[in-house]
C-alpha cells in the first residue's frame, strides 16, 4: 500500500542545516511508513528548493560544476569527470600520434609528459 500526496517542508537559512533536517525528516517518515505497513513510492517522489538568496541576491542554481578540475554532480557520479578527462587525455594521444614519425623520442616523452600525465596524477589521491 502507498501513502499519496504527502508534503514535507522545511525552511532553514544555512542549506547544510537543511540537508541534514530535510534527511533526518525523511528517515522518520520512513520509520513511520514502515510501521504502518506503507511504501514510499520513490518514483514519484519529487524535491523543490524555493528562495536560494544569499544577503538577498538569488543564487543559479546547477546540476553540475566544475571545481579545482574536477566536474561534481548533484548525485556525485564521476561520470562528467571521467568523460571530462577522458576526452583531454585522447586530445593528448592524438597530437602525440600525428608527430610521431617527426619528432625525436625524448621531445615526445615531454609532451606526454605535458600532455597526458597530469590527468592521471591530478587528484590521484582521491
Known amino acids: 500500500m502507498y501513502a499519496d500526496d504527502t508534503t514535507l517542508t522545511s525552511s532553514v537559512e544555512d542549506p547544510y542545516a537543511l540537508e541534514h533536517?530535510?534527511?533526518?525528516?525523511?528517515n522518520l517518515i520512513q520509520s513511520w511508513l514502515t510501521a504502518n505497513k506503507l511504501t514510499l513510492n520513490v518514483k514519484k517522489t519529487k524535491y523543490m528548493l524555493i528562495g536560494s538568496k544569499f544577503h538577498n541576491t538569488p543564487l543559479d542554481r546547477v546540476i553540475k560544476h566544475k571545481t579545482l578540475g574536477v566536474h561534481i554532480d548533484e548525485s556525485l557520479n564521476w561520470h562528467p569527470h571521467t568523460n571530462a578527462t577522458s576526452k583531454k587525455i585522447s586530445t593528448g594521444l592524438a597530437i602525440l600520434k600525428r608527430v610521431s614519425?617527426?619528432?625525436?623520442?625524448?621531445?615526445?616523452?615531454?609532451?606526454?609528459?605535458?600532455?597526458?600525465?597530469?590527468?592521471?596524477?591530478?587528484?590521484s589521491t582521491v
Open 101 to 123: 614519425t617527426t619528432i625525436p623520442f625524448d621531445t615526445r616523452m615531454n609532451m606526454y609528459n605535458a600532455l597526458v600525465m597530469p590527468y592521471f596524477n591530478y587528484w
Open 21 to 26: 533536517k530535510t534527511n533526518y525528516d525523511m
